[in-house]
């Protein structure tokens, strides 16, 4: 089965090719193309991500990105069409299944169209990964992004429920929010990743929220704070050691929080996923953890870690199977 597969839940317009067989139980992907064009540049200016902007950069984009795909790909014809309706910015969101409903209804009038949800992307972006042999469940799945914070158990590629999630900030937020205070461009994520490695984590004790509290949920907000006043109380503390100080903060909360669940509920495999998965120091944080745990570690690889159209390709497909509807309507605030 070909699936074509169309992201804009934020500020990557993302399409996508995949050659999928096999059941829910043994798929087997294939990812033919995946294209993305970022709106990094855009909206730097703006230190964040403004939704009428990423409307009008997704209008402009998706038949760009679609002539690339339709041109390299001389056999396009998709036998599924899927497209992410939420959760994410409704004016995205809704660039990307009004060109889904065009482009079907234009060159592929018989071919079903679904409509995706983006966190199942993020769980299913583990099967693009070059891993071998079967997954071993159950597992732990933690889903991190600027959006969401959530911690999972699943059983199958099919059976799955929720730990816990964040009452307040995503992790992925905290460190967006912890850029500004550092007056540190925008993506803020990847630049305090890269000046906490020049840092000592060990400098200041920031505190780990909810780390010891009984529930899976996760707060984040606090910590935020705490960057916060220390840099008003403590001006001239060297930024680098307050980014190390933040990460060592918010990776020891996921972890600690992963490895409880591990243990509870006897998982055989941790996953994680989500733009926040692209931290290094948090990959290797859950890697160790889970050797010690004596549990298998897996991770996309990173182009798979932020949005992209190749993991909603895979999540489409398994909504077909299961013939799960997601209405094909915007929808900011649908969860697993």
Known sequence: MKVLAIET?????????????????TPHIRVRKNLVSSQIAIHAPFGGVVPNLAKREHLKNLPILYQQLAKKESELKPDLITVTVGPGLEPALWTGIEFAKKIRKEHFPKTPLVGTNHLEGHFYSFLLTARNGPIRWPAIALIVSGGHTILMRAESFTKWRMLGETRDD??????????????????GGPEVEKLAAQGNPDVIAFPRPMVHDKSYDFSFSGLKTSVLYHMRDNPR???????ASFQAAAIDVLAAKTARAAREFGARTVLLSGGVAANKALRKKLSVMSRKLSVAFIAPPFRYNTDNAAMIGVAGYFAHLRKKRFPLRANGTLSV
């Open 9 to 25: 839940s934020c500020d990557e317009t993302a399409l996508a090719l995949l050659e999928v067989r096999g059941s829910v139980r």
């Open 237 to 243: 503390s060297l930024k680098a050691d307050v980014a």
């Open 170 to 187: 995503a992790v992925g937020e905290a460190f967006d929010k912890v850029a500004r205070i550092l007056n540190l461009p925008y993506p």
